[in-house]
């Protein structure tokens, strides 16, 4: 024992002195005060020796603020942790169990090197203890020394003991023995280049199963928790067992912790895939609703976490929650993480049954204080309209009346849905166009200017003063925005194509304008474009210009189905929660000997089952790239578009250009008309550079590449943020 | 499961109490506050922080999330990493919550710390710090963890030695059921059930409830000795919907003959909570039809003008026996709002929350079918104010329950002797009146 030769005076001086009295109630004291600064911050480690004197005490309190000081000083003085280590033995020998268990906890939790080779026979006996507040904590501590030392646990055969402790009479003690092995099993599955064949892998076999369905209705929450993950590994190709474990499990659902219940629809929902019986797998989607709906009665943060998985779970099965729209009714007081949970979820519920209700609920949205909830509420009743064709019209309505409210980010809002309702339904609401075009000096933000210049601009022919509106954004061109200017652009160009007697000059005036002033590459570069369509060919401009759009919709899913699937096996996760898979964001959290990061994985193939269903959706997301390019072709019913695209990748430059190492934009561009050219069995001229432009507009220019599928368009274009919205706009705005 | 942790924050966003973090690097826990703070920064109420942060960590390799909850001015923050859910982290937040409220009475800054040795000895025994809730039932909880007492505090000031009385049980956990502690014994055998309803409603502007919930909820205080089990029927258990209940009760006996049969934990805890739907819920689309009558009427009227606005609001129970208690109507008045200038008549007060910029009417007692009325208006320095669309009312009603529940009987046995029962009924309100 080394003593420090601290000063003579000071605070922890006398904090030494009291710890060395005589008196025992003084040195408790000292003790507490100790630990006081501690939590402060102070640094105490000083008094190490001091504290470590009064660590054979018979007062319990006591010895639990010893234990806590050593807890804390055991990383940055291990070599001081030892002199603990014949107390920790000896009291791991005490008749009462609480010290016991106690002893075993903290010898756990140190994390010390140098301790741990004392801890293996103290856990043995503990393991066997008759009590089981202490065998259920000696378990837990195998993990922790499995975390440390492998080996050690191996050659102690700890882990056959934990393996009977399954058996074991009290449920508290299953349960910590299963989340003990589960501990392990993931322990294991972090590392790389595991044996399948390792013994510490935990693998649910029938008999354990059994085991587990009994000790589920009598352990508690937690335990629960930990039992119901282990059965949501647990694989079987028998219907009849997996029926079995879906009716066992499904009384969890009345527990009322949400968790557990979030637990309990995750096993249900894993086991659910191998039943085929129809009436069953309706009656468990049925006993599911109530306890979703109960959640939505807790605290919001509950909620919250309630609603995203709800929203998972409502895009593999629709029908859950069909007649429950109301519940998601928001409430004036609700945080906004929960409202904008809830809209999304009732656009999801919405039919035509209750759509009346859902519009007079998002109108009153839309009068209230907050600006984001405001937004979105007008987002929600555009999609709405393009997801239920019959009530577009009173959506459209409803908009009208928000418009006349004449809150400038009402106006707006709405405006920007409106150019999608007229998209998904064109030619239907021209009338109400002179509406909108009176709000035009109301709108300072791009997205909505540019959405009313769409407007003219495809409506161009029924409106009688459309060159003049266009004429006033040509005249401040230079000053607006990069997307108002594409779409200024476009829309004169339009104008000009339908009639071309009023517009001449202004369709001069922003090519020139466009070419010579404009900074911006994209915007020079389509009109560069245009003015060579218009010049060398106005019958392929109008083709490509005025080129028919693909409808939008609106998506049932917003993942896609692969990931959906492997996002439903991880309810209640973090995963669910983002609805990302676990990889994309969770690291590893901690330091030491790298303990679990991942969600435990069951055998190696299931590891790669994973790994599969990732590539499956960066490939998807791949093919919805391409896809995305052919969507202006293809709307021509030309293979042209598709054919494009596949040769695209095959010419050099175009080979830049994915690789985004092209210094030259204007080069690559004319290097794809060559490539495009090339091909001898394109049937017609004009489509053909269409497939090359569309390419070429996305990605030679720099903006992003989109990753949304075609059938999100619509979605994408309602629902996302701006920033993934403007390639498709600019895409088919070019067209 | 991952929960690495738990740390206390108070009001200015300072740590009071935390776990050691063992298995993680000091920084860990620091990153998490930052999250937290960065995130409250960002918001204008602090209850709009999202309830789960992620939290980027200091590389790429340390991610995590940050769940957290509030209470009574203190912020709980639980750091997890792994997937595991976030609401395992929420419920446990939530738990530990309850456990502080059960053994400081109050929660606070000041409360935690005075008595911090006992709240780090209940963070040891109910968080594992491989990240498993341990021991949250009370019951089981105050035989390791001695809750902090008048008779402690004197007896150690007093220099008692009083480690013979902290080993209140010397064979803990040794009960057969996890819940209840065994031994207890009672003077007199009592136990009270509190049938407590709630009633959450939104009104539309029609005055036709748009949607309109009655949550349930028994709760239960028992005090009866040994280990009796007990037998609970309802005259009406068909109003009972989407119950959930506590661990102690037999499930399969309650979907046989809808029965609660129970071996009870000591002291409170609540039994079992419901959904009460009128029409017994056959056809939820008619919910317009089925729906539980509001105990009041509300009459708003609200004009806008340029620089302010004024409100004439009528208020009129329905009840014809009962008296509301309580009773409190809340406006949020909009940016910019001041210079509140309102009368009441009928009873009651009127304040006015310039933090908040909440108007607030609050009355003690409103007797049954009686009329109150506040009116009044406000100037705002912001032009056109908008002020929030709907007026909150809450208030109580005793001695009466929406879904008339009625407890038929309660039957005792594997005990000699005959408690005493108690049961009361008590309902809550809270409408939102859109105007």
Redesign the interface.
Known sequence: MSFRAGPRKGENYELSQDLNSEYRDKRKDAIKRVIASMTVGKDVSGLFPDVLKNMQTEDLEQKKLVYLYLMNYAKTQPELVILAVNTFVKDSDDPNPLVRALAIRTMGMLRAEKIIDYVSDPLQKCLRDDNPYVRKTAALCVAKLYDLKPELVLENGFLEQLHDMISDSNPMVVANTVAALSDIHETLTSQPGYSPDDPALFSVTTNILNKLLIALNECSEWGRVGILGALARYKTDDEKEREHICERVIPQFQHVNGAVVLAAVKVIMIHMRGIRREDLLKQFIRKMAPPLVTLLSSPPEVQWVALRNINLLLQKRSDLLQNEMRVFFCKYNDPLYVKVEKLDIMVRLASDNNVDALLSELKEYASEVDVDFVRKSIKAIGQTAIKIDSAAERCVNVLLDLIGTRVSYVVQEAMVVIKDIFRKYPATYEGIIPTLCANLDELDEPEAKAALIWIIGEYASRIDNADELLSMFVDTFTEESYPVQLQTLTAVVKLFLKKPDVSQGLVQQILNTATKDCDSPDVRDRAYIYWRLLSSDPAAAKGVVLAQRPPISLSRTTVSPALLDELLSEIGTLASVYHKPAETFIGRGRVGADSVQRKGQDLVDDRSDTQKALQTVAAGQQSENLLDFDDVPASDSQPSGLAATTIIPQTPAAANLLAGTSANPLDDLVSIFGGGGGMTDTPSAPQNPLGGLSFGGDNGFGSPITSAPPSQLGASSVASPIQTQKPQDDLLGLF | ??I?GLIVLDNAGRP???T?F????PA?PLIHIDAYSNALAK?S?P??V???L?VA?ID??????C???GCGGLRLLCP?????????A???L?TFIDILQEYLGHVSASTLRDN??VV??LL?ETL???G???T??TNALRD?V?PPSLLNKLL?VA?A???SL??AS?????SPI?WRKANVRYNSNEIYFDVVEEL?A?V?RNGVS??N?V?GKVDTNCKLSGTPDMLLTFTNSKVL???????CVR??RW?RDKALSFVPPDGHF?LM?Y?YSPSSSA???T?GVHQVPVPVMVKPSVVINESGGTIDVTVTSRLTTRAIEDFSLEL?L?QGAGAPNFMVSGGGSWAFDPRSLTLRWEMANMPASSSHSLRGSWSSSVPHP?????F?TKFAIQQHTFSALKIDQLRVSGEQYKPYKGVRGRSLVDI?W?W
Do not use: W
């Open positions: 499961m991952a690495d009071i109490v935390q050691s063992q298995s993680t690097s860990y918001v109420r209850e709009d999202d309830p789960v992620y960590g790429d390799t340390k991610r995590s999330a769940c957290h909850v997890v990493s792994g997937d595991i859910d976030p609401l395992f929420l419920a446990f939530r911090f040795d780090y000895q040891e594992d710090s491989g498993h809730p341990l949250t039932s390791i001695i150690s220099g030695n009083i480690s902290s080993a010397s064979n803990p956990f040794a996890p959450r939104v539309g748009l949607s919930d949550l919907t989407d119950c959930s209940f506590h661990p499930l399969p979907s609540i909570e959904r056809n939820p689309s919910l949020y909009g908008r002020p929030a669309r709907a909150r939102e859109r």
